[in-house]
């Protein structure tokens, strides 16, 4: 397990399927290429589109190699020299050369900003104990007027039978964050996310659950959060390789504030 998904069970349930866009994302094959075309609909109506590709040559796995509807472009690649380590490289608005290694329960990563050469960033995660992992991140400013340790953080989380708890630290120690998940059957999952600091003890940033005892007709999540936006979301097969998900939100009871969201991926 890498450091950034020390919380992401409780993350995921709270975030992920929730929307405000209506898109549609469709995959094939040609040939050895695997071929992506996301298109999203903006609120003035105009359409816009990403295409992408991966596959893999000599070796070398093109994991993103994509075109946006701005002429930007993404390029996202990784090369495995030895069994445990990964090399990586990704470039969009900027460019990072990283290194993942894997040696039994540690895991550690490192990224270097090779555009500006400003940037050092590492982490380390380790399995201590059966559903017990420990680490910790930091972020060194190369050059310009911030030069020097600019972020640094430690984590842990703990999982055993239907409960998952994680606590992170943030903004160098100033703040604390806590995700909780629980699972209360197989149909049934909830999950928190608070923050802890000196200026407010709890922050309860958002509560919900996910619940996928209706068979065939899908699966039912919904979230409150502390800014008072409830949202709900509703995901389904509707065929083969096919879903859909359709996601609305609210603050308060002002109905004017209602946004959706359609999603359809195959």
Do not use: W
């Amino acid at each position: 397990m890498k450091f950034s998904d020390i919380s992401k069970p409780s993350k995921d349930l709270l975030s992920d399927d929730y929307t405000s866009s209506i898109t549609l994302k469709a995959k094939g094959k040609a040939g050895p290429i695997g071929v992506t075309i996301e298109t999203e609909r903006s609120a003035a109506g105009t359409l816009s589109s990403k295409v992408g590709g991966k596959f893999s040559y000599a070796g070398l796995n093109f994991d993103k190699v994509q075109a946006k509807a701005d002429g930007s472009n993404v390029l996202e690649t990784s090369l495995v020299p030895c069994t445990g380590c990964k090399m990586t490289f990704k470039a969009n608005k900027g460019a990072d050369l990283g290194v993942e290694y894997t040696k039994g329960d540690i895991t550690t990563t490192g990224s270097l900003d090779v555009l500006n050469m400003s940037k050092l960033a590492t982490s380390t995660c380790i399995g201590v104990a059966p559903g017990v992992n420990v680490g910790g991140d930091l972020s060194y400013n190369i050059s310009g007027d911030k030069a020097g340790l600019s972020s640094y953080n430690v984590g842990a989380s703990y999982a055993t039978g239907p409960l998952f708890a994680s606590v992170t630290s943030a903004s160098k120690f100033s703040q604390f964050n806590v995700g909780v998940l629980y699972k209360v059957n197989s149909d049934l999952r909830l999950a928190s996310s608070t923050t802890h600091s000196s200026s407010n003890a709890c922050n309860l940033l958002s509560f919900g659950g996910a619940y996928s005892g209706l068979g065939s007709a899908g699966t039912i999540k919904a979230k409150v959060g502390s800014n008072g936006v409830t949202s709900a979301c509703f995901i389904k097969e509707v065929a083969p390789k096919v879903n859909l998900t359709a996601s609305g939100s609210i603050s308060g009871a002002d109905f004017s504030t209602f946004k959706y969201g359609i999603g359809v991926s195959m």
